[in-house]
């Protein structure tokens, strides 16, 4: 049986889960709370030695890391991973995209907003991971504003799954979505693909701070 | 003819070169100098909305943006990217390291010494950027220190163009390699490759500050 070792409130770890359920391929959950170091342990890092959820183990014990690495590997052969070589090329291009340019502010200011203390220093990263996470969603929006209805080139796949993670919670980084209204629909789209489940909710101690933050 | 857009000294610029060169074939390259703002142009904005540079321009006028999806797209079918399964996962998974927990540190280090003013505001982000690309650096050691000669499974690929692109000038943003010699010996192999090529130094301004910062 495959194993996941994840989060359930990460992002990262929720795009393996939802790509699994999609597939309907069965699969065990092994919850590893990243915010609580369970991913900075000797055992956790002999097996992962960058310290980060998700992690895929599979039968024979070889282990895969990077969450989009992870969608990739999975979703190879089915049509959620395009062969034709430039709708893939478009695929990869917006998984880079969310690695580098989105995820980084949109999920570390969910983060920061959630996991971290009122009064913590990192809490004046805010205003430029702001800056950062509108300009990645303004991308998005122009994209999505033209014809293209998903990201993952002619049809939904992995793109529109790794992107979908962090812009459903886009609004507990601080984010509001009301401006990016071809985003909105979209997010709507993939939410009505077959076998979608929803990411869980944070811990009530998390949900608190996420609220309770301007 | 392909055309490449792109700032010489940079990295994730010069791993498309590398890879063109490598695979001998023909590229026109458009200098365009992000350092001075001209990937944020409305003309270079129409076409790559990240305002980014890699961008790849087929001889129909499609583009393609983001450095690491570049080299997907343009090793295709060579023997710089595998195909066997787990070998692809592998090349994707330190390719998303690259662009996640390596250049933003290591990258970015090397910027902000070598194109920011010596009094620049950013200059305080140097002590938490040497702690992430460390971190980086240790993982790839580590990667190396066992049987792996390569990032791109059992023989050099993109995985390793990737990673070498400032991973080689790493000591341009502080980053001491002596301790590091598995990396070093890696650096060593991917030079010894055919068709390499090294990245052209920055201009002599850049050089200076870069040599002036402690």
Partial sequence: ???VHGYSPSGNCH??????????????????????????TPDFLARNPNGQVPMLELDDGRILVESNAILCFLAAGTPLLPTDPWQHAQTLRWMFFEQYSHEPAIAVARFIRGWT??????????????????????????????????????????????????????PDGGFDLERYPAVRDWLARVRRTPGFIPMPAPAPAHAARLAATD
């Fill in 117 to 170: 203390d009122a009064d913590s220093p990192r809490r004046a990263e805010l205003p430029a991971l702001q800056v950062r996470g509108h300009r990645a969603l303004a991308v998005m929006e122009g994209h999505l504003a033209g014809d293209a209805r998903w990201f993952s080139g002619a049809h939904y796949g992995v793109a529109d799954i790794a992107l979908f993670a962090y812009s459903a919670v886009a």
């Fill in 1 to 3: 049986m495959t194993v």
């Fill in 15 to 40: 795009k393996v889960r939802l790509l699994l359920e999609q597939l309907g391929r069965p699969y065990t959950w092994i919850e590893t709370d990243s915010s609580r170091g369970e991913t900075r």
